[in-house]
């Protein structure tokens, strides 16, 4: 007889912690022939303000380490990942259907975009900050800094590459962030979490919600405490339009959905829309 | 010399700057595809002078048949001339614009302080000349957008519709109009309902230097022909400087079209003054913060936060220098305090400091006669202020200073943070290991060391949190305006 093999319990990942969600509900995650795969949390409007808190309290000191510190965690979460290929190739087979060897394309990919994000860490400055000219006797200089607290709505279709693609580049910076995850394909994402929390970083600075987008994405949309909402999962225009006119209260930086290409190297783009630019000035004299 | 409790003035002769140089006409239109034309709904407004409550002019009311034809004309510039022009010869024609501006400073100096009733001193040496500096700056940019961003393809994104503010009122239009034409962008710009007159001048600027029709559309009106401009659909990129409150209307009117967005909006920026700070120095920076303009400035030091253990000390110095503050006639050459822009805006800023003395905090002002007509305000502030008081958390746009203290550094940068705004900041110290680390815990797009209200067309500028997005100034100031493979 072949051995009964232990499952995993699938939980949300708040502030470091793997709890289940607090209204101790569930949904049932299928793979791709909709053959059942796990209960995942269902995230609620409290897990997602719970969430926020900790990716706020964590903001100051992921914020505060120096680039080249966050660089090399990045890279270690990369190592991690790398190390863990099987299991994350045979997660995204059964969530995203297609061959093994398509499956462990997307991790290699997935990998090569961390180590890609890791290498920008003490980088991006240079390339986007710099000293200004001013005609008067002045020092003047600009600097980007990290914007806060960013909600992130993961795509739909791209299980693994595509949560990496999106969250990389908010956190390489110093944002801290709340994701929620694709509706119908969470493992990766809980997963992935998993090698977060073995990575050296910090409790808070991701923090995976899972769930109907409709369950957590109007609280993240118009919480007071998030600086900017990228909306790439939206899913529907209707929503995308109703979740940017909700973060209007509070100015959040929003980016719109938008055909992506999980593949090509990205841009700057997923780092400076969340880089609030900061000029300072000092007089020079004797 | 008068001798007044505190201290001594000197009393000038008057020194007004002849108003013989500007001509204003009595009616204007709209500036449409290159020429003034009527309004379609036949309305308009009258424009005042603050300083006088005298009617200037009476200016067309632009409605929403009249953005609509704005905007078919930038359109049409934009796809048959403008966008397919070459970046260089579209630089020249900024630096013709640069050089117009510098040729006519005067008049223009001279009519910007007849309608916004700004100092001519302020006017002269700094809305004008930075106003020429921002079209020359761009202007070199045209033909090297590609040096500008990290991308080998920036692209135009099409018709601007800007809405601008009457605190600066050519100089706001210099920070929009420069960096949107350059890209290649055509605009549709909506000047101030209180302070059209510089952007109608602006208009024939653009005449004398032949600029293509249709690139550079003004509308002039109030709040609904700025609402009609934002939500034109044809319009590809919104740009506004104005209050919170209707940056966060037009956030909510362009979700889930495509217009790009850039916001720069109010302030309630922290002025620190640590222990150790050269008080002369820092006075003087404290008085430029908050009174320049009439505190009619988003960036303004609105909030004094200055350390316990010299705070007796620097309120004494402060008041001191308050007492010769000259208060009157803009267009004097020795007025320091010009007049506030207009009736609403006065309500607010007395409907503030009534609510600030309500709230129990000790209101002060030099004696200073303010003129009969006109809307006047004398440089006030308000100490014994605690950070739940109304003053220390609302703009009030005026020459209005609420003064806080605090023990340590950790406390002010707390306090100084302690806002849903994050436009500027001060420091003063001699330590320049505090200047770095004050800047760097600081939650603001600008931070002034030892200095303040500075700025330069290189300078990037704008805000954090709910005082905006993007930035105007600088390479930063053409990404508002410019679009590029892998940009969202």
Known sequence: ?286 | MTSTPTGTVFEYAPAPESTAIVDIRSSYGLFVDGEFVDPTGGRSFKTVNPATEEVLAEVAEAGEDDVDLAVRAARRAYTRTWGRMSGRERGKYLFRIARLLQERSRELAVLESIDNGKPIRESRDFDVPQAAAHFFYYAGWADKLRYAVPAADPRPLGVAGQVIPWNFPLLMLAWKVAPALAAGNTVVLKPAETTPLSALLFAEICQQADLPPGVVNILTGAGETGRAVVAHPDVDKVAFTGSTEVGKQIARAVAGTRKKVTLELGGKAANIVFDDAPVDQAVEGIVNGIFFNQGHVCCAGSRLLVQESVADEVLERLKRRMGTLRLGDPLDKNTDVGAINSAEQLTRIKELSDVGEQEGAGRWSPPCDLPTNGFWFPPTIFTGVSQAHRIAREEIFGPVLSVLTFRTPAEAVEKANNTPYGLSAGVWTDKGSRILWAADKLRAGVVWANTFNKFDPTSPFGGYKESGYGREGGRHGLEGYLTWEGKA
Request: hydrophobic share 45%.
């Open chain 1, 1 to 286: 007889m072949s051995r009964v093999d232990v499952r995993k319990t699938y939980k949300l990942a708040i502030g470091g912690q793997f709890p289940r969600s607090e209204s101790g509900r569930t949904y049932e995650v299928t793979d791709a022939g909709g053959k059942f795969l796990a209960n995942a949390s269902r995230a609620s409007r409290k897990d997602a303000r719970d969430a926020v808190v900790a990716a706020r309290k964590a903001f100051g000191g992921w914020a505060g380490k120096t680039p080249y510190n966050r660089g090399q965690v990045l890279y270690r979460v990369a190592e991690v990942l790398e190390g863990r290929r099987a299991q994350f190739a045979e997660e995204v087979m059964r969530s995203e259907g297609g061959t093994r060897r398509q499956a462990e394309a997307v991790v290699d990919a997935s990998v090569d975009r961390l180590v890609w994000y890791a290498g920008w860490a003490d980088k991006v400055a240079q390339v986007v900050g710099g000293t200004n000219p001013v005609a008067a006797p002045y020092f003047d200089f600009s600097v980007p800094e990290p914007t806060g607290v960013v909600a992130v709505l993961a795509p739909q279709d791209s299980s693994l590459l595509g949560l990496v693609s999106v969250v990389a580049p908010v956190v390489v910076t110093g944002n801290t962030c709340v994701v929620a995850t694709s509706q119908l394909r969470p493992l990766p994402a809980i997963t992935f979490s998993e090698v977060l929390a073995t990575s050296d970083v910090p409790g808070g600075v991701v923090n995976v919600l899972t769930g109907p987008l409709a369950d957590t994405a109007p609280t993240l949309a118009s919480h007071m405490d998030v600086n900017a909402i990228d909306l790439t999962g939206a899913g529907t225009d209707e929503d995308a339009t109703a979740w940017e006119t909700a973060a209007a209260d509070n100015l959040k930086r929003v980016r719109r959905p938008a055909a992506e290409d999980w593949l090509a190297e990205p841009g700057l783009d997923r780092m400076t829309w969340l880089l609030e630019t900061k000029t300072v000035w000092h007089p020079i004299g004797i």
